[in-house]
């Protein structure tokens, strides 16, 4: 199975997830020790750390959002209309949903009808 894997900085990273850089860093360096990422420094700043992870990283992932995909369709079969877009409203901020995306402002034309 071949992953499309992105290359992240890791302040990104933990500006993201919402956490200290240094535990962001703790982090990438467990998942890096599993074998999941590898990071190395930015060729054009090389005071930052970039992070990209690795095939077996990325088909974990794979593993994980086809997972997610299965729950959350067993989740919406027992929701009514409503209680899915509030449901669709949540996830779209934990995914990190740009606001002023097309699929944003759906959800937000939804929401309001």
């Known amino acids: 199975m071949r992953v499309a894997r992105e290359r992240a900085a890791l302040c990104r990273l933990a500006a993201r997830l919402d956490v200290a850089a240094a535990f962001a860093s703790r982090m990438v360096r467990r998942l890096e020790e599993m074998g999941l990422v590898?990071?190395?420094?930015?060729?054009?700043?090389?005071?930052?750390?970039?992070?990209?992870?690795?095939?077996?990283?990325?088909?974990?992932?794979?593993?994980?959002?086809?997972?997610?995909?299965?729950?959350?369709?067993?989740?919406?079969?027992?929701?009514?209309?409503?209680?899915?877009?509030?449901?669709?409203?949540?996830?779209?901020?934990?995914?990190?949903?740009?606001p002023d995306s097309p699929i944003a402002a759906a959800i937000r034309t939804e929401a309001g009808s």
Do not use: N, P
């Open 38 to 98: 590898q990071r190395h420094s930015s060729e054009s700043d090389r005071r930052a750390i970039i992070v990209a992870a690795t095939q077996a990283g990325a088909e974990r992932l794979a593993a994980i959002d086809d997972d997610v995909h299965h729950h959350v369709a067993f989740l919406q079969r027992g929701l009514g209309d409503d209680e899915k877009l509030m449901a669709l409203s949540i996830f779209a901020f934990y995914v990190g949903l740009d």
